[in-house]
């Protein structure tokens, strides 16, 4: 397909219009930049969606030469871009790239930084607008962004077009006291128009048209709701165990490494009630109206909504996979999570009484991120009785990733002189209809952060709403240690226990 013509850039038009920009990035050295952040930025530069003056600074503890920097990030383009490297396009960006190499806590480095962006100014004769990219280990999180106020960076004045902005990257927080911390201290730096709060799963198309599926049809929005659906089931499946990540997600887990974020948001994008409109506030507005209204989940007991597991050793895809204590930099008494599921009841209007189950774990059977709807049974008034009357929960399954489409799930007569039922599917591929080589995630959440459009980001007190409904879980967690940590064979569905989590109200997961 000609790229210039793909629908998804026809409707970025909009978004033509980037300011001058320098962009840093701090954590220039890691692991993020190297397969996401560049191949996004190199991919925007192909789209023709980067403006003439686009200039990006890497900042790091490494010390490198602009040199190497620049061709550390073309080997980076060459191995991960969806699209492949092109001459003329990569050696406009790869110009304008330098690198800064300082301590974080080092005040100079800022202030070197600074003169650097000012020379750049006084040679173009004119000022750009600033985004600062926070792509580091959490641990230097606050160092940055103190410094970024103290050395005169963060040039805090939202009502100029080139006001800075600054994009963080997950975790943002450990629980709510860290994210209520931090949340105050980007707020004496910046105004909350200037913070891009990355959750990248929102730049998942098939998370972006979750809104288009429910606002944009006139069928789904009438039965979405208690009277018509059963429960919600979400998952978030991986089969990767944590790689070389061992360090961060020790000290993380499957909690607060997913679910506080990327799953409570497909949570808030499904039971969302409709937004005044689509601008960014009215839409963030739903999202946190609706993580409030989640009700403090149940910690003990038969009825409690949370289970928590680890993976021992098992087989994925035939292949021995190795336990999580005897992964690379885990400590053999690890006692962290890699898989949650929890059962949410949402407290309103039109969720009361649904349950919304969700799970999320490393390991697993399949790589598979879906949202399952499911719809009560018709009255068993015809069909019902004899055994070829087999009525099947009507589904509607969103598949995020892979195999990015939506299937419903419903009830036919099989052919034949006789009245038997099989449930059939109707499935709607976004590959096969729109083509498979879309943008990724960060091409269009690095895009909107420079236009200034934060729709996709997530607000102060949405991450505040998730985080006081996920503490008290984590300090329970916390406080009874191995104790709630269960185990489940790399290459399942994850600890049998979590079934009795649906068996309660009579449900099942779809695995
Ligand atoms: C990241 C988590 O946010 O998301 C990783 O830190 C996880 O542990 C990743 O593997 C999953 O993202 P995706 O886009 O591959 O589903």
């Known amino acids: 397909m000609d790229e210039s013509r793909h629908p998804f850039l026809e409707g970025l038009s909009k978004h033509r219009g980037v300011p001058p920009t320098v962009a840093v990035i701090f954590g220039a050295s890691g692991d993020l930049t190297a397969r996401k952040l560049l191949p996004a930025i190199y991919n925007l530069g192909v789209d023709n969606l980067l403006p003439n003056e686009f200039h990006l600074i890497g900042f790091g503890r490494k010390p490198i030469t ?5 061709d550390n990030m073309e ?21 304008n790239m330098t690198y800064n190499s300082s301590e974080y806590q080092d005040i100079d480095g800022y202030k070197a930084l600074a003169r650097k962006i000012d020379l750049l100014e006084n040679k173009l004769g004119r000022k750009v607008q600033r985004i600062f990219y926070i792509s580091t280990p959490p641990s230097v999180f606050e160092q940055i962004i103190e410094s970024l106020g103290e050395s005169g960076l963060a040039q805090a004045n939202s009502n100029s077009p080139l006001a800075s902005k600054v994009i963080i990257e997950k975790p ?3 629980d709510l006291e860290s994210a209520n911390n931090l949340n105050n201290l980007i707020n004496k730096v910046f105004q909350e128009s200037q913070v891009f709060r990355i959750d990248h799963y929102l730049g998942k198309e098939t998370v972006q048209d979750l809104l288009v599926q429910r606002f944009a049809n006139a069928i789904f929005e009438p039965i979405w709701n208690r009277e018509y659906i059963d429960c919600v089931q979400i998952t978030v499946a991986e089969k990767l165990g944590v790689g070389n990540r061992g360090g961060y997600y020790d000290g993380s887990g499957a909690l607060r490494d997913m679910v506080q974020n990327h799953t409570m948001q497909l949570v808030a994008l499904t039971a969302m009630e409709p937004p005044l ?12 109206k609706v993580i409030r209204s989640i009700q403090p989940l149940n910690l003990i007991g038969d009825n409690s909504d949370v289970v928590r597991a680890q993976y021992k050793e098992g087989l994925i895809d035939g292949e021995k996979a190795r336990a999580y204590i005897d992964e690379d930099g885990i400590p053999k008494d690890s006692n962290t999570e890699t898989y949650a599921a929890l059962r949410l009841m949402i407290n309103n209007w039109r969720w009361k009484g649904v349950p919304f189950y969700i799970r999320s774990g490393k390991r697993m059977a399949l790589r598979t991120s879906e949202i399952v709807i499911r719809f009560k049974k018709p009255p068993g008034i015809l069909f019902s009785g004899e055994k070829h009357f087999n009525v099947s929960d009507n589904t509607m399954v969103i598949h995020i990733q892979p195999n990015e489409g939506i299937t419903l799930v419903m009830n036919s007569k099989v052919p034949g002189l006789e009245t038997r039922m099989q449930p059939v599917k109707m499935h709607f591929s976004y590959a096969t209809t729109f083509g498979s080589n879309t943008p990724e995630a960060y091409e269009r959440l690095i895009l909107d952060a420079m236009i200034g459009d934060s729709t996709l980001f997530i607000r102060g007190d949405e991450t505040e709403a998730s985080w006081k409904l996920l503490s008290p879980l984590l300090s329970f967690w916390e406080e009874r240690g191995k104790e709630e940590l269960k185990s489940y064979s790399a290459g399942s569905w994850g600890p049998s226990i979590s079934d009795s989590l649906l068996a309660q109200k009579m449900h099942e997961w779809r695995n």
Do not use: M, N, T, Y
Request: net charge positive; aromatic share 8%; charged share 45%.
């Open 66 to 70: 602009d040199e190497s920097f620049r």
């Open 75 to 95: 080997s980076a383009i060459l191995e991960h871009s969806r699209r492949r490297i092109k001459g003329e396009i990569w050696q406009r960006v790869r110009a």
């Open 172 to 174: 943002f927080g450990r």
């Open 277 to 288: 409109s689509l601008d960014p506030e009215s839409i963030r507005d739903e999202k946190v």
